[in-house]
């Protein structure tokens, strides 16, 4: 697998409080993503980044947030957890936004 | 809406047959990638086709692109149980991938 990790790697929450994941990669990559997978719906993007400090809206992006104050660290924020956010999160890196993308080993949250 | 669509939804066939998987999108593009899934994994990049190509080749894979269809079709020969796991499509800019073809390879 490519340098990409995420953590944590499972997540139990209550509805209403705020939840960080983070991905981390050693590969240098410009740009990272974050995806939900949900049965029916394959992945869908949430929030991409193509460089520190700058980042973009993607599909499903309500509800969510997401900071990169440094290359290698690409965090992605439920400022309040609701039931519907219950999911497998997988962060991904590309070097252009054409080019192959790397996923991480995912996130499986569950909001109680 | 999804750019890219994958068709059948599911598909099961014996080892040694050939397993077909097709694509459909919705807008231009410059490349279109193909994606394997095992379950409880992240998603690996299996090959690449850019718009000015028809045809590709990789080991037991092979791409088609028809861009006046928008759609593409993987091909993989000679199946193997290890290939059982799903196959997602995805188009350059658009970031997004259809719900995938999940495949069953009976040993």
């Known amino acids: 697998d490519a340098g990409i990790t995420q953590s944590p790697r499972h997540k139990v929450t209550e509805t209403g409080t705020p939840v960080t994941l983070r991905c981390h990669q050693t590969?240098?990559?410009?740009?990272m993503y974050w995806y939900r997978q949900d049965p029916g719906h394959g992945l869908r993007l949430i929030h991409y980044?193509?460089?520190?400090?700058?980042?973009d809206k993607g599909e499903v992006s309500d509800g969510y947030s997401v900071s990169r104050s440094k290359t290698e660290d690409f965090l992605l924020t439920l400022e309040s957890a609701t039931s519907s956010q219950t999911s497998v999160y997988f962060c991904?890196?590309?070097?252009?936004?054409?080019?192959?993308?790397?996923f991480g080993p995912g996130t499986r949250l569950t909001v109680l | 809406s999804q750019q890219g669509e994958e068709d059948p939804q599911a598909l099961s066939i014996q080892e040694g047959e050939n397993a077909t998987m097709n694509c459909s999108y919705k807008?231009?593009?410059?490349?279109l990638q193909w994606y394997r899934q095992n379950s409880g994994r992240g998603l690996v990049h299996l090959i690449l086709?850019?718009?000015?190509?028809r045809e590709k080749h990789s080991g037991r894979l092979r791409v088609t692109l028809d861009t006046s269809k928008k759609s593409s079709s993987l091909l993989i020969t000679a199946s193997r149980a290890a290939d059982t796991a799903s196959y997602f499509c995805?188009?350059?800019?658009?970031?997004?991938f259809g719900s995938g073809t999940r495949l069953q390879v009976q040993p």
């Open positions: 991904a890196i590309s070097e252009s936004v054409e080019g192959e993308q790397f």
């Open positions: 086709i850019r718009s000015n190509e």
């Open positions: 590969e240098n990559h410009r740009y």
């Open positions: 980044s193509y460089g520190v400090k700058d980042t």
């Open positions: 807008t231009s593009i410059n490349n």
């Open positions: 995805a188009t350059d800019l658009a970031l997004t």
